[in-house]
């Protein structure tokens, strides 16, 4: 099983991102998802769940700005991340509970880096 992270880059302040995760092997189904950023120095903190009856939760940072979504034929979740800051620089990790035949973990992606320029 992978999560595959992508979509990060450079952008200036008030711009928009939209990342996305895929996940890809034997998998019988996905549980919650979510991101997670970690910025230089600083511990990953969580910045939006969506579980499987695609209720959500954002951090507060993000809240009104960031949306984040899931498209379960595809395995694929996604985050629209506007009216972007300098402080939203980070690399951005997506998670996911995964279930296979044999096992059921939480799994991470590799991170995407995301920059603002002020």
């Known amino acids: 099983v992978q999560l595959q992270a992508s979509g990060g880059g450079l952008v200036q302040a008030g711009g928009s991102l939209r990342l996305s995760c895929a996940a890809s092997g034997s998998i019988v189904s996905v549980g919650t998802m979510g991101w997670y950023r970690q910025a230089p120095g600083k511990e990953r903190d969580l910045v939006a769940l969506i579980y499987i009856d695609d209720g959500t939760d954002y951090a507060d940072p993000v809240k009104g700005r960031f949306t984040i979504s899931r498209d379960n034929a595809k395995k694929t979740m996604y985050l629209q991340m506007n009216s972007l800051k300098p402080e939203d620089t980070a690399v951005y990790y997506c998670?996911?509970?995964?279930?296979?035949?044999?096992?059921?973990?939480?799994?991470w992606g590799q991170g995407t880096l995301v920059t603002v320029s002020s």
């Open positions: 998670y996911a509970t995964i279930k296979t035949t044999t096992s059921h973990y939480a799994y």
